[in-house]
Every structure is written in C-alpha cells, then in structure tokens.
C-alpha cells in the first residue's frame, strides 16, 4: 500500500499550499500521520506529525506557519502551507509516523520562486 501526496505546485514566496494525502482504510489514526519533505541533494526529513495518540509537532523551520491536520472519517491526511518560503521547495511525502517503508509514495513537488 503507497500513500500518494497531492496539492503541490509553483507557489510564490508568501504564499499557500494545502497538501492531501488520501488512504485506502484506516491507516493515520490508528497510525499517525507525518509529512516529510526531501529537498534535492539533501536527506528526506520530518515536517510535521501525529502520533496515535494526536500530539502534533513541527520542525522547528516550518512551526507557525504549516499545519497537520487528519480527517479520520475521510481516511485522509493534509498539510496546510502558509508563509512559504524558497527554502520549502521538495518533494513532500506522507507516510505514518512512524514512517514504514511500504507506504512511501512518489510525492509531491512544491516549489516556491517568484
């Protein structure tokens, strides 16, 4: 089972995205969510989660300006993108939290440029 990210696109700096990310059952709340983000050339990293239990947390470059929110009912999972800046451009990708290895799906680019 992959875990397909959509919503990316060309943004220009200060603007907003909202990501989805659509299962085919229950899957983040019974295994939290998180959305990561790989940037070229540099490793794939956390940006935001929810753990089983519901406690959200950010990395520190993007607290205050993205928001992880789920939708148990709807099985679907979103990142709402505001302020963003050139440094956000990646590839962003969910997956539970933790992360397993077969959910990884191809991703979705953002880019942020004027």
């Known amino acids: 089972v992959q875990l397909q990210a959509s919503g990316g696109g060309l943004v220009q700096p200060g603007g907003s995205l909202r990501l989805s990310c659509a299962a085919s059952?229950?899957?983040?709340?019974?295994?939290?969510l998180g959305w990561y983000r790989q940037a070229p050339g540099k490793q794939r990293d956390l940006v935001a989660r929810?753990?089983?239990?519901?406690?959200?947390s950010y990395a520190d470059s993007v607290r205050g300006r993205f928001t992880i929110a789920r939708d148990n009912a709807k099985n679907t999972g979103y990142l709402q993108m505001n302020s963003l800046k050139p440094e956000d451009t990646a590839v962003y990708y969910c997956?539970?939290?933790?992360?397993?290895?077969?959910?990884w799906g191809q991703g979705t680019l953002v880019t942020v440029s004027s």
């Open positions: 929810i753990n089983r239990g519901g406690t959200i």
């Open positions: 997956n539970v939290f933790p992360p397993m290895r077969d959910y």
């Open positions: 059952g229950r899957i983040f709340d019974l295994n939290g």
